[in-house]
Every structure is written in structure tokens, then in C-alpha cells.
């Protein structure tokens, strides 16, 4: 039988649900009550109706399912292992190695895991051509993807200075790997820095773009995919259609230097809204940013342990993180349907406004000079700042909450003695060729004057 109870109402437009609203509110301006702006001038409306609309893009944000990924830092190799093979069996479907040491046994690493069924990305803390061909004869062997976290504008960024390197400079460098590796990705942009520094959506949206775009103009080939590591808030709908935004921006790039371009997003939650008081909080912050992500359209998801401010890396933390996403992918089943954002009229307006504010700055950023240009002029930085002032004044007058610490603290919270890592800004003075984009948390300025008097 047929359901035709719609067919009995007529159909009500915008129009029709504005004059309502605007009877409803007695006198009352529609749009200094009902409409407000975020930070980034983004302009949320009480209502969005299908006779609107915003979608302008109509690639598809998202197709294949969420990787769990597990951050390992590779310090001792053989415990490395261990733990690399202890998480695969308990969920993990992908892995992040963070390496400091070239002498590293990346072979050794490779060989003991069964790799041929995982990602696997390779965090470096060097550059070096030899250390990569070693992974790219490896992932000959195997069927798995590799990727090599290669960024040095990024760690220009974030240190200050290029990678030391054999080759006359780091594009040098970039260039050799691109003709030389045959199976392994080598380009990555970190925008963690941006957003973990205090700038808006825009912004982060914005630089990561022109960011790969120095990439685009000067190291060839380019193998496709190019990875950005991307940290997510606690703005739910805003960073998913952050995400939305920056891959259809991308896709937009891309057409210029080679349409079968694609970017792989590897996701994890921002550090700046994270607290050391009140840390169990951090669970619920981290659980809605996966969340994001997931429904952002991310290829890979590194969830960011509750305790990880302030605790070393262990067990306990690393299970509660994963956890988070194997319910979310699992118990959840956010990982069952495509593209679950497409459609939502508030989504697709945010991510409209979202892509065509980036594009403005980001032609901007191209009109003046190009990013690596703003970036030593300290224009980038600057921007940044301007931004993170504006975000902690809202903080620190309780209108930015956080709870638990501006919001409900709980007095009775001891947490001197708990410290085994220092998690505020560290001074590292040193020679550099510009001055660095500094990662800052909002709480931080509350959480050492509550050390300071917090009693033994």
C-alpha cells in the first residue's frame, strides 16, 4: 500500500518558516537574534530548508571505510615490534612510526609485521634518501601502502629550519625520492601545526592548501596520494565540513597540475583544547573529534590517548583510544555508509562557506608571493597569532569553555606530583632561519598558575 500521508500537507518554503519565526519573535530582529558568526565570519542560520541551495562542489567527500591507526614511537626496535604486533591484534589496522634514529633497522622493523594487510606511515625526524629507499624495497615485497611522512616545509614551520640533508637542499631531496621510489608515497602536509597554534578553519584550510601547493610547483612527479595530517576541535559541524572543504578545495587544485591527484586524510584530535585537570574530559572531547573525522570523510584516524599531555606513552592510555574508534567503526557502525554527510543542508552551507573563504585567502596567499614567501616573512605566523590571541581573550573571559577548567573546575584536583612529562611550551633557544609557528594550548596559562599553588 502506498504512503501518501506527505501528499496531504502542502509543502512550506524558506520564506513560508521565516515570516513564521519572525511572528514568533514579537518585534525582534530575525537576524541579530536567530543569526550568529563564528570566529571565521561563517554564518549559522536556525534553519536550512531544501529551496536553499549551497552544495558547489559535486565530487563525493568520501568512499572507502576509516583506518584505525596507532602512533608507535620507535625508541628500542625490539619492543617497538612487540607492541606494533600487540595492537595489531587488538584492533589496529594501521601504524604511525615516529623515528628520530637514521641507524634505525627499518628493514628489520618492516619484515617482523604482517604488513601486507595495513598502512603504514613513516614519521621522520631526519631526511634522508637512503633511510627511504630502504622502506620503498621493502614495500616492493609486499602489498601494503607505505607512506613517508616527507614535510620539510612543515618542519621549517614548526623548528624554524630545513632538514640537514646530503642534497643541495630539501626540494632537492623531495625531487630524488619522487624519480627514484616505486612503492612508496613520499609528499605529506602537516596542518596539525596550524590548528594546534590557535588558527581559524579558514586559515588551516587555507594554508594547508598553499602549503601543497609549493609541493605542486616543485617537486615532479607527484606521486598520487598526498597525505595531510589534519587536527580536528571540538566543533562538531564545523569540522566536518572543514574536512569536506579541504578535500574538495584540493580536488580543485589538483586539476591544474594532474587530475588524478587525490589527498588521504590522516586525522587526529587537536592538543589545544586538551587539559591535564579534569583529564577525563579529554576522553569525551576526543570521542566527538573521531566523530568528526569519521563523518569528515578521513582515510585514517590517530585518536590522541586522554592522558597523553602529561603521561608517557602506555598501555592503558593507548587501549582507551583505540577503544573510542573501534566502538565508533564497530558497535556504532560509523564506518557503513558513504559520504553520511551529503545532504544535510547545515553541513553543505558550512562547507560552502568554509571552501569559498579558504579559496579567497588562498589566492591571496598565491597573489603576494606564495606561502613559503609569507611563511619567512612571518606573515603566516603572525596571521596565527592574531587568531590565537583572539580565541584565549574568549577563554579567558569564560565565554571559550572548557569544563573543568574555566567552567566546574574540581578544586580538590592534585596534579604536581602525577607530571611524567612537561606539557606547556617548552623554550628551546637556538639559531633558526625563521621564527617558528609555536603550538600553544588554551588551558595552559590557568593549569601552572593552579601548579603554583597547589599544596603538597
Not at 509543502?11 to 537574534?33: H, M, R
Not at 623531495?174 to 621510489?181: A, G, I, K, P, Y
Not at 585537570?277 to 570521542?287: A, G, S
Not at 590571541?389 to 569564560?398: M, R, Y
Request: glycine share 4%.
Amino acid at each position: 500500500m502506498p504512503n501518501d500521508l506527505f501528499d496531504k500537507f502542502n509543502p512550506v518554503t524558506s520564506k513560508q518558516w521565516k515570516q513564521q519565526i519572525q511572528f514568533e519573535l514579537k518585534g525582534a530582529d530575525y537576524n541579530d537574534t536567530l543569526i550568529w558568526h563564528s570566529p571565521e565570519d561563517i554564518k549559522v542560520k536556525p534553519f536550512y530548508h531544501r529551496d536553499e541551495p549551497t552544495k558547489i562542489f559535486s565530487e563525493s567527500t568520501k568512499t572507502t571505510s576509516f583506518k584505525i591507526c596507532q602512533n608507535i614511537f620507535v625508541y628500542d626496535l625490539e619492543k617497538s615490534i612487540q607492541k606494533a604486533l600487540d595492537v595489531l591484534q587488538r584492533g589496529a589496522d594501521s601504524i604511525r612510526f615516529t623515528i628520530e634514529d637514521e641507524s634505525t633497522d627499518v628493514a628489520k622493523l618492516l619484515t617482523s609485521l604482517p604488513i601486507d594487510d595495513i598502512t603504514v606511515y613513516f614519521n621522520l625526524g631526519f631526511m634522508s634518501v637512503d633511510f627511504i629507499k630502504k622502506i620503498d624495497e621493502i614495500a616492493k615485497q609486499k602489498t601494503t601502502k607505505i607512506f613517508c611522512l616527507c614535510d620539510p616545509i612543515g618542519q621549517l614551520a614548526r623548528e624554524g629550519n630545513w632538514f640537514n640533508t646530503k642534497e643541495k637542499d630539501n626540494f632537492d631531496t623531495l625531487n630524488l625520492l619522487s624519480r627514484t621510489m616505486g612503492n612508496t608515497n613520499g609528499i605529506s602536509i602537516d596542518s596539525t601545526l596550524y590548528q594546534n597554534a590557535g588558527a581559524t578553519m579558514v586559515q588551516q584550510i587555507a594554508y594547508s592548501l598553499a602549503h601543497a601547493n609549493e609541493y605542486l610547483n616543485r617537486v615532479a612527479p607527484i606521486k598520487s596520494p598526498i597525505v595531510f595530517e589534519i587536527a580536528v576541535g571540538t566543533n562538531y559541524f564545523f569540522e566536518i565540513a572543514k574536512l569536506r572543504a579541504l578535500r574538495l578545495l584540493f580536488n580543485l587544485v589538483a586539476i591544474e597540475y594532474d587530475p588524478t591527484l587525490e589527498c588521504h586524510l590522516l586525522v587526529t584530535p587537536s592538543k589545544r583544547n586538551k587539559t591535564i585537570y579534569d583529564y577525563n574530559v579529554n576522553m569525551l572531547r576526543t570521542t566527538t573529534e573521531c566523530m568528526s573525522a569519521i563523518l569528515g570523510g578521513a582515510d585514517a584516524i590517530a585518536n590522541l590517548p586522554y592522558d597523553a599531555l602529561y603521561h608517557k606513552d602506555n598501555e592503558f592510555g593507548d587501549r582507551i583510544a583505540r577503544n573510542q574508534l573501534l566502538i565508533l567503526k564497530n558497535e556504532s557502525h560509523f564506518d557503513k555508509v558513504n559520504n553520511a554527510a551529503d545532504g544535510s543542508y547545515y553541513i553543505e552551507s558550512l562547507t560552502a562557506q568554509l571552501a569559498e573563504k579558504a579559496l579567497v585567502l588562498f589566492k591571496d596567499i598565491e597573489a603576494n608571493g606564495g606561502f613559503l614567501n609569507q611563511l619567512g616573512n612571518g606573515i603566516i605566523k603572525r596571521k596565527i597569532q592574531e587568531s590565537a590571541d583572539k580565541e584565549q581573550e574568549l577563554f579567558d573571559a569564560g565565554k571559550e569553555v572548557l569544563l573543568g577548567t574555566n567552567k566546574y573546575p574540581n578544586k580538590n584536583d592534585r596534579m604536581k606530583t602525577d607530571l611524567e612529562l612537561y606539557p606547556f611550551v617548552k623554550i628551546n633557544p637556538r639559531k633558526t632561519l625563521i621564527t617558528p609557528i609555536i603550538e600553544r594550548r588554551l588551558a595552559e596559562k590557568s593549569e601552572q598558575e593552579r601548579l603554583a599553588t597547589e599544596k603538597d
